[in-house]
T-cell receptor, first 115, second 111 residues
Framework: GAVVSQHPSRVICKSGTSVKIECRSL??????MFWYRQFPKQSLMLMAT?????????EQGVEKDKFLINHASLTLSTLTVTSAHPEDSSFYIC???????????FGPGTRLLVL | GQNIDQPTEMTATEGAIVQINCTYQ??????LFWYQQHAGEAPTFLSY????GLEEKGRFSSFLSRSKGYSYLLLKELQMKDSASYLC????????????FGAGTQVVVTP
């Protein structure tokens, strides 16, 4: 149980385009999903917290207009990187938790390369 | 956020034991996770400690002392596949379940 999927696993795009990443909880209802970014040889940095049916809460320094998050159902959250630039190239990972349970289960990650 | 400290790298031989320490500030502490992350992959859950003491799960054990702000992950009978980064992550009170990760400890297992 507690499987989280992400799609796509890898994406290459041109500078200025937008990229959408999907995060799905496959066998449980994820009341809360989290989006992280990880640069090479660094730890995970939380970008935003997404609760189903409400607006995402962004961490300090993360531009909400650039990283659009939608959590329309209990099994799906999406992250859209708008007008991507080379500095947005990174490993984006989502996680999901169920209700009051603390454990977060991570998706396999999406590697974004912006040329 | 508050500091979470763990060593950068540890090296051990196959079959040995390695202990990865993690220290954090005790104020507002709710619980502590350990995750394993192989290069290029997402983290996988290893353990979650809320109460003081040792929890054992096969070759991996995790210990917590809330009063000392200290946890460790113990890896026994090391295998080559255990070479990975081990992340300590703290849940703070009133953080709505958000995790704050340490920088990770890279464990290198040698033959």
């Amino acid at each position: 149980g507690a499987v989280v999927s992400q799609h796509p696993s890898r994406v290459i795009c041109k500078s200025g385009t937008s990229v959408k990443i999907e995060c799905r909880s496959l066998d449980f209802q994820a009341t809360t999903m989290f989006w992280y970014r990880q640069f090479p040889k660094q730890s995970l940095m939380l970008m935003a917290t997404s609760n189903e049916g409400s607006k995402a809460t962004y961490e300090q320094g993360v531009e909400k207009d650039k990283f659009l998050i939608n959590h329309a159902s209990l099994t799906l959250s999406t992250l859209t990187v708008t007008s991507a630039h080379p500095e947005d190239s990174s490993f984006y990972i989502c996680s999901a938790k169920q209700g009051a349970r603390e454990t977060q289960y991570f998706g396999p990650g999406t590697r974004l390369l912006v040329l | 956020g508050q500091n979470i400290d763990q060593p950068t790298e540890m090296t051990a031989t196959e079959g040995a034991i390695v202990q990865i320490n993690c220290t954090y500030q005790t104020s507002g502490f709710n619980g502590l996770f350990w995750y394993q992350q192989h290069a290029g992959e997402a983290p996988t859950f290893l353990s979650y400690n809320v109460l003081d003491g040792l929890e054992e799960k096969g070759r991996f054990s995790s210990f917590l002392s809330r009063s000392k702000g200290y946890s460790y992950l113990l890896l026994k009978e090391l295998q080559m596949k255990d070479s990975a980064s081990y992340l300590c992550a703290v849940v703070w009170a009133d953080s709505w379940g958000k995790l704050q990760f340490g920088a990770g400890t890279q464990v290198v297992v040698t033959p």
